[in-house]
């Protein structure tokens, strides 16, 4: 390059990352590099002993749990060795638990199938409707001086309250009235003493804001020169996992306030919040499930039925089904699988239409003589009140304890009943011994002979029936016992040795 030679001054652009193209090498001119870590730390002598350590203890614990034994069942004849009937009695409480955990584990399968389908109770919402009315003509005082002074701003305005309460049922009414029975006879002198009663939890108490996820007023088409009135409030989204909601979205009452001095009709409409979401179906699934509103779960489960009770399962795979005229109509297929009925029956929902609710903002003074709240009855759908039991009994603590305390109780039977095998294996081998030793020492012989050919990998068949060797007798180095097949055989045998009992 010349020295006189002045390169034209370019503007310094960031570098920007291109896709990589087949041809072009990445990275430039230079030595390619690994995609993977760099500068990996050698570990030191501390960490690899500690590796080390943790992996022995591993060992250690699969091995324990290898040797744990597992047999609770008493081996046979083991009558004939004690007194009484304890044997008899053991089996029976074994059978007995067997049935138990049966029941108990098929009531908790009932339990918590029910609270997954979410069963529901309707019950009625009580709203009232009413307003007030402030500044309006007929408010003022009589005529005075400032009357006719219009630089005073005050404007005619209205209020109107939307309040909402769930009424109780007749479960609740007959509760009030056996409290009264009790009350009454527990003025009589000769009444027997009882225990008390254990105290029910109460069932939660919903507010009016929890059935509904948005709340409008459609107010009458404005005309020219006034401001849109319309009022609308959407229930807010949870904050984060927790399961309440914040403090705002959880009333009983709603009050907005406007600007008129006229009679107005308007609508109040509120669109209902459940969980799981419940859905309008069209008139051709309607047909099908008789429901005109539900949930995806019971749409769905009433198609199934439907077609279980018309026979239109297929008979070599009863996934498939075949479509009468009413499937047809709905679905337009001829054949379809239950796995994709949620896709079928999509086209066929809709979201409920909202509740209306007409009223008329009454203005005039004869009216606010003596207003009268406009009310109105709306079906809700509530969890029911065992949900919530059956929900703390499922989550409930104790149970993990109890089943780890059944769990160590069933090891300690587990061992003992081991020990119980060997003192058996035991009370044979004597007795044994003692009817006829010299045929009993013959045939003990033999098999430890077979055993050792199977010990050493040189066992076959019709082969080392007679105990005419002695190789198994010598110890030292140079013996079998010291090979490594020998070693090995050996070490699997004392792993399953049994664990005797503590006392």
Same mark, same amino acid.
């Given at each position: 390059?010349?020295?006189?030679?002045?390169?034209?001054?370019?503007?310094?652009?960031?570098?920007?990352?291109?896709?990589?193209?087949?041809?072009?090498?990445?990275?430039?001119?230079?030595?390619?590099?690994?995609?993977?870590?760099?500068?990996?730390?050698?570990?030191?002598?501390?960490?690899?002993?500690?590796?080390?350590?943790?992996?022995?203890?591993?060992?250690?614990?699969?091995?324990?749990?290898?040797?744990?034994?597992?047999?609770?069942?008493?081996?046979?004849?083991?009558?004939?060795?004690?007194?009484?009937?304890?044997?008899?009695?053991?089996?029976?409480?074994?059978?007995?638990?067997?049935?138990?955990?049966?029941?108990?584990?098929?009531?908790?399968?009932?339990?918590?199938?029910?609270?997954?389908?979410?069963?529901?109770?309707?019950?009625?919402?009580?709203?009232?409707?009413?307003?007030?009315?402030?500044?309006?003509?007929?408010?003022?005082?009589?005529? /005075? =001086?400032?009357?006719?002074?219009?630089? $005073?701003?005050? #404007?005619? !305005? &209205?209020?109107?309250?939307?309040?909402?309460? @769930?009424?109780?049922?007749?479960?609740?009414?007959?509760?009030?009235?056996?409290?009264?029975?009790?009350?009454?006879?527990?003025?009589?002198?000769?009444?027997?003493?009882?225990?008390?009663?254990?105290?029910?939890?109460?069932?939660?108490?919903?507010?009016?804001?929890?059935?509904?996820?948005?709340?409008?007023?459609?107010?009458?088409?404005?005309?020219?020169?006034?401001?849109?009135?319309?009022?609308?409030?959407?229930?807010?989204?949870?904050?984060?996992? /927790? =399961?309440?909601?914040?403090?705002?979205? $959880?009333?009983? #009452?709603? !009050? &907005?306030?406007?600007?008129?001095?006229?009679? @107005?009709?308007?609508?109040?409409?509120?669109?209902?919040?459940?969980?799981?979401?419940?859905?309008?179906?069209?008139?051709?699934?309607?047909?099908?499930?008789?429901?005109?509103?539900?949930?995806?779960?019971?749409?769905?489960?009433?198609?199934?039925?439907?077609?279980?009770?018309?026979?239109?399962?297929?008979?070599?795979?009863?996934?498939?089904?075949?479509?009468?005229?009413?499937?047809?109509?709905?679905?337009?297929?001829?054949?379809?699988?239950?796995?994709?009925?949620?896709?079928?029956?999509?086209?066929?929902?809709?979201?409920?239409?909202?509740?209306?609710?007409?009223?008329?903002?009454?203005?005039?003074?004869?009216?606010?003589?003596?207003?009268?709240?406009?009310?109105?009855?709306?079906?809700?759908?509530?969890?029911?009140?065992?949900?919530?039991?059956?929900?703390?009994?499922?989550?409930?603590?104790?149970?993990?304890?109890?089943?780890?305390?059944?769990?160590?109780?069933?090891?300690?039977?587990?061992?003992?009943?081991?020990?119980?095998?060997?003192?058996?294996?035991?009370?044979?081998?004597?007795?044994?011994?003692?009817?006829?030793?010299?045929?009993?020492?013959?045939?003990?012989?033999?098999?430890?002979?077979?055993?050792?050919?199977?010990?050493?990998?040189?066992?076959?068949?019709?082969?080392?029936?007679?105990?005419?060797?002695?190789?198994?007798?010598?110890?030292?180095?140079?013996?079998?016992?010291?090979?490594?097949?020998?070693?090995?055989?050996?070490?699997?045998?004392?792993?399953?040795?049994?664990?005797?009992?503590?006392?």
């Amino acid at each position: 390059m010349q020295p006189g030679y002045r390169p034209y001054p370019q503007q310094q652009v960031p570098p920007q990352r291109t896709p990589h193209s087949a041809g072009q090498r990445r990275g430039g001119i230079g030595p390619m590099m690994s995609s993977g870590p760099h500068h990996s730390v050698p570990l030191t002598q501390a960490q690899i002993a500690q590796q080390q350590q943790a992996a022995a203890i591993q060992f250690e614990m699969a091995k324990r749990r290898s040797r744990k034994p597992t047999d609770k069942n008493l081996p046979d004849n083991v009558d004939d060795c004690i007194v009484g009937d304890m044997a008899m009695r053991y089996r029976d409480l074994r059978d007995f638990e067997r049935r138990l955990d049966a029941t108990m584990t098929r009531k908790r399968l009932d339990i918590v199938d029910s609270v997954n389908r979410s069963v529901k109770r309707w019950k009625t919402l009580r709203i009232w409707i009413t307003n007030t009315a402030e500044d309006q003509v007929w408010q003022g005082n009589a005529l /005075s =001086s400032d009357t006719f002074d219009f630089s $005073n701003n005050s #404007e005619p !305005t &209205f209020r109107v309250k939307i309040e909402g309460r @769930l009424l109780d049922d007749d479960d609740d009414l007959d509760k009030d009235d056996d409290s009264q029975d009790n009350k009454e006879t527990s003025d009589d002198p000769d009444r027997m003493d009882e225990d008390p009663k254990p105290k029910t939890a109460k069932s939660p108490k919903y507010r009016f804001s929890h059935f509904f996820k948005a709340l409008s007023v459609d107010f009458p088409s404005s005309r020219k020169g006034v401001v849109d009135q319309s009022v609308e409030w959407k229930k807010p989204e949870r904050a984060g996992p /927790s =399961s309440s909601l914040p403090a705002a979205a $959880n009333f009983d #009452e709603l !009050t &907005f306030k406007r600007n008129g001095d006229e009679n @107005l009709n308007v609508t109040i409409n509120l669109y209902r919040h459940e969980e799981p979401e419940r859905y309008a179906v069209s008139h051709e699934l309607e047909d099908i499930v008789d429901m005109s509103e539900a949930t995806r779960q019971e749409i769905v489960m009433g198609i199934w039925e439907y077609i279980k009770m018309m026979g239109l399962s297929e008979d070599e795979e009863k996934r498939n089904f075949r479509c009468d005229d009413l499937l047809k109509k709905a679905f337009g297929i001829e054949s379809g699988s239950i796995p994709k009925l949620h896709d079928f029956i999509t086209p066929h929902l809709k979201p409920l239409p909202p509740v209306k609710l007409p009223y008329t903002i009454r203005l005039d003074q004869e009216f606010h003589r003596d207003p009268q709240p406009t009310v109105y009855d709306v079906r809700v759908a509530v969890d029911d009140p065992l949900r919530e039991k059956m929900v703390s009994f499922l989550n409930n603590a104790g149970y993990a304890n109890m089943l780890k305390e059944a769990a160590s109780l069933d090891d300690q039977l587990a061992i003992i009943v081991q020990a119980i095998h060997v003192s058996k294996a035991k009370h044979s081998f004597l007795t044994s011994l003692s009817e006829d030793p010299a045929t009993f020492i013959r045939d003990w012989l033999s098999s430890q002979k077979r055993d050792l050919d199977v010990i050493m990998g040189e066992s076959m068949r019709g082969v080392g029936e007679d105990a005419t060797g002695d190789e198994w007798r010598k110890g030292g180095k140079d013996s079998v016992w010291s090979t490594i097949n020998a070693r090995e055989s050996v070490n699997v045998i004392l792993a399953k040795q049994p664990v005797q009992p503590q006392r």
